[in-house]
């Protein structure tokens, strides 16, 4: 349950941080793609290199370990980007 | 915002929801499979006793995440030792399983690796009468007609418990000295900076609670810089792996629910899918309870920011481009996210699944998994948009 319940709150962050970083908006995600609005990088990247940091530093510190790493297929992950990036393109979500 | 339209949001939501909690506490099935399991992770893709293309078993049946159903041991086990715990090695202990996944051919199946398996056809009627009264994940089948004479090819090896210790930070390198020490400066004169910036602020102007007021009016503000919005995804990236044990997600969850839905509907053709009978097996999981969350997390800021109301088509970009007509909007969007989630399938996650956090972990799939998308992304877009750039 209290499993649950951090799961709900981190969505709850998760939404948030999306929310104002103008993830939820179609020009936003669109404007990648065009090289007119390049918020989704800025903001992508920089959760990257802030999770990054903190979560090698958890594991190096030995606080946390790291959950089941997204499995690498080189095809798989290649096609399905290319699937994906057509939606991403049309749908603007 | 008007109280009506987020009356309506939040009953439409609440319907929702209890559909999905409804929905997915039915059915369980038995092997699940919902995340990349350490035994491909190792066995496979880190190449550590690769079996994917050793036999003819493998090659048909190592596409999927399966070797857990067969094989058994700890799928989710975070060290070699204890992921290998109560194996099954020999053919003859893992017959039954078969059934698991093919009960409608199981005849055919048997037949096709009769040879590996070292049964003969008289044995077939009794195998199949035995089948069709052994419940699933029952005793096993051959043992039960040949007390264990049978013997199929065995894996003699053990799988060597030869995964690395994850290495510790090694000081007498003179490079991670540097780059402490580059940190270390980073952060500090970060902090001096940052005190000596409040400090000269608060001599400008000499209020109470400016800095909390501030504050507020940076919350509530509709657009954040994009750097203060992905702290805070990285900071709660952080946190859903110390605390949750989990990565963030959001297109996984999607197909669980769709997977929930199919099972309500459709019974008989989804348990006899592969995909949403293991890679998605129906449930109410740590990835649905986020993505719950998420829902409300969005709302949250819209509310914070006084701009939450129900609302169709109202972007500024797509009216440009597109005019004023929702319908197209709705299709274009339907269409798009068929492209989304079937990629997202595809490649085992999604932007914030897949691209972030396995990002954040530094693995090589997310990289892949980025290209692919900014180059079909910009090639699409280039098609669209090109006369109304």
């Known amino acids: 349950m209290f499993s649950y319940l951090v799961a709900l709150l981190l969505g709850i962050s998760f939404g948030f941080a999306l929310n104002k970083g103008g993830l939820t908006r179609y020009g936003n995600i669109v404007g990648v793609f065009r090289f007119t609005n390049l ?19 958890l594991n190096t510190w030995g606080v946390a370990s790291f959950p089941n790493l997204p499995a690498t297929y080189i095809v798989g992950n290649l096609l399905g980007g290319l699937v994906f990036g057509i939606g991403m393109a049309l749908s603007g979500y | 915002m008007t109280g009506k339209n987020l009356i309506y949001i939040l009953a439409v939501f609440c319907l929702f929801s209890v559909c999905a909690v409804w929905l997915t506490t039915g059915e369980r099935v038995q092997a699940q499979c919902t995340t990349p399991s350490s035994c491909k992770t ?49 053919l003859a202990e893992m017959s039954t399983t078969c059934k698991s996944c093919h009960p409608t051919e199981l005849d055919t199946c048997l037949r096709t690796y009769a040879g590996i398996l070292g049964i003969g056809e008289e044995d077939f009627d009794l195998i199949l009468e035995s089948a069709s009264s052994t419940p699933l994940g029952g005793a096993s089948l051959l043992e039960q007609i040949q007390s264990g004479t049978l013997v199929g090819p065995q894996i003699t090896e053990q ?30 004169g970060g902090i001096i900076y940052v005190a000596w910036n409040e400090r000269r602020l608060r001599r400008q102007q000499k209020e109470g609670l400016a800095a909390l007021s501030r504050l507020v009016a940076f919350v509530r503000r509709e657009n954040w810089t ?62 649905v309870v986020l993505f719950i969350g998420i829902f409300f997390g969005g709302m949250l800021g819209a509310l914070s920011s006084g701009t939450l109301r129900l609302r169709w088509n109202d972007d500024p970009v797509w009216r440009k481009v597109f005019g004023r007509s929702t319908w197209k909007r ?44 900014f180059i079909s992304g910009i090639i699409t877009a280039w098609l669209i948009y090109r006369r109304r750039y």
């Open chain 2, 159 to 188: 799988a060597e418990t030869n995964v690395e210790d994850t290495a510790s930070l090694d000081w007498s390198n003179p490079l991670n000295i540097i780059l402490a020490v580059l940190l270390g400066g980073g952060v500090i």
């Open chain 2, 42 to 90: 190792c066995h496979e893709v880190q190449g550590q006793k690769p079996v994917s293309s050793t036999t003819d078993w493998h090659r048909q049946h190592a596409v999927f995440d399966f070797c857990e159903t067969c094989h058994g041991g700890d799928r989710l086990a975070e060290d070699a030792a204890s992921a290998h715990l109560g194996m099954r090695l020999t």
């Open chain 1, 39 to 57: 918020t989704v990088i800025k903001f992508m990247l920089t959760a990257l290199v802030v999770g990054g940091v903190g979560v090698y530093l």
């Open chain 2, 330 to 373: 709705i299709l274009l969007g339907f269409v798009g996210a068929l492209f989304l989630q079937y990629g997202a399938s595809i490649a085992g996650g999604c932007t914030s699944g897949l691209a972030i956090s396995g990002g954040m972990l530094l693995t090589p799939s997310a990289f892949l998994f980025m290209a692919g998308m």
């Open chain 2, 226 to 287: 994009p750097y203060a919005a992905g702290v805070l995804l990285g900071l709660t990236g952080i946190l859903a792996v110390l605390v949750g044990k989990h990565l963030l997600t959001a297109s996984g969850p999607v197909a669980t629910i769709a997977s929930s839905i199919l099972h309500t509907v459709l019974p008989a053709q989804a348990g006899a899918n592969m995909y949403f009978r293991f890679v998605v097996p129906p449930e109410l999981n740590w990835s």
